[in-house]
């Protein structure tokens, strides 16, 4: 069983619908999640990043962690075409445990915002 | 303000061949991370170097090693390549190793193994 597990999709949703995007994980050292959002064939960019349970958000994206249920999600609100893209779910466990800050990965989520 | 980069680009290789890749981390940042990801996965974590010492590593063989300079940078080596080496290799930059830091990622290495 992987450690994280993420709907690989693919997604595909009309503009200015809401997105969205989930995963779940095994590991309950887990303590910071974030949401990269990786454009094809380029590296990973940081969108969102929560430490523990709760909300966040920015502009049009939202992140919430639920801890006791070893769940994270991202929201995105009005999507648009330019969203188009893979989001990957990322988490690490911190330097208390041997695993320190590696981070690991579900296997993303391809999503396409058609106009 | 640089972000992280590497080098290169592109690259292609043929089995038992050896292979070195470059990173350079953004600026203020001392700590590399290495990770690989295969088409249509994840990537996966293969090492971290700080203070030029390789402090984590994932479950990847020796084949794979690595070292970081004072300057920060950091390159990493794979040596009597494989088919199933081929993937796009992420380098990741942060400051410290604490757990809780932000990892700001490169554009990538491809590397195709023939």
């Known amino acids: 069983q992987k450690e994280v597990e993420q709907d690989p999709g693919p997604l595909s949703v009309p503009e200015g619908a809401i997105v969205s995007l989930n995963c779940t994980y095994s590991?309950?050292?887990?303590?910071?999640f974030m949401w990269y959002r990786q454009y094809s064939r380029k590296g990973p960019e940081l969108l969102m990043y929560t430490y523990s349970s709760g909300n966040k958000e920015d502009g049009r994206f939202t992140a919430q962690v639920d801890k006791s249920s070893k769940y994270i999600s991202l929201f995105i609100r009005d999507s648009q075409p330019s969203d188009s893209a893979t989001y990957l779910c990322a988490m690490s466990a911190g330097l208390r445990e041997t695993s320190g800050s590696r981070l690991t990965f579900g296997e993303g989520t391809q999503l396409t915002v058609n106009p | 303000d640089a972000g992280v980069t590497q080098s290169p680009t592109h690259l292609i290789k043929t089995r038992g061949q050896q292979v070195t890749l470059r990173c350079s981390p953004k600026?203020?940042?001392?700590?590399v991370s290495w990770y690989q990801q295969a088409l249509g996965q994840g990537p996966q974590f293969i090492f971290q170097y700080y203070e030029e010492e390789e402090r984590q590593r994932g479950n990847f063989p020796d084949r794979f090693s690595g070292h970081q300079f004072p300057n920060y940078s950091s390159e990493l080596n794979v040596n009597a390549l494989l088919l199933g080496d081929s993937a796009l290799y992420l380098c990741?930059?942060?400051?410290?190793?604490?757990?809780?830091?932000?990892?700001?990622f490169g554009p990538g290495t491809r590397l195709l193994v023939l």
């Open positions: 600026s203020g940042h001392d700590t």
């Open positions: 990741a930059s942060s400051l410290g190793i604490r757990g809780m830091e932000t990892q700001y």
């Open positions: 590991n309950s050292a887990f303590q910071y």
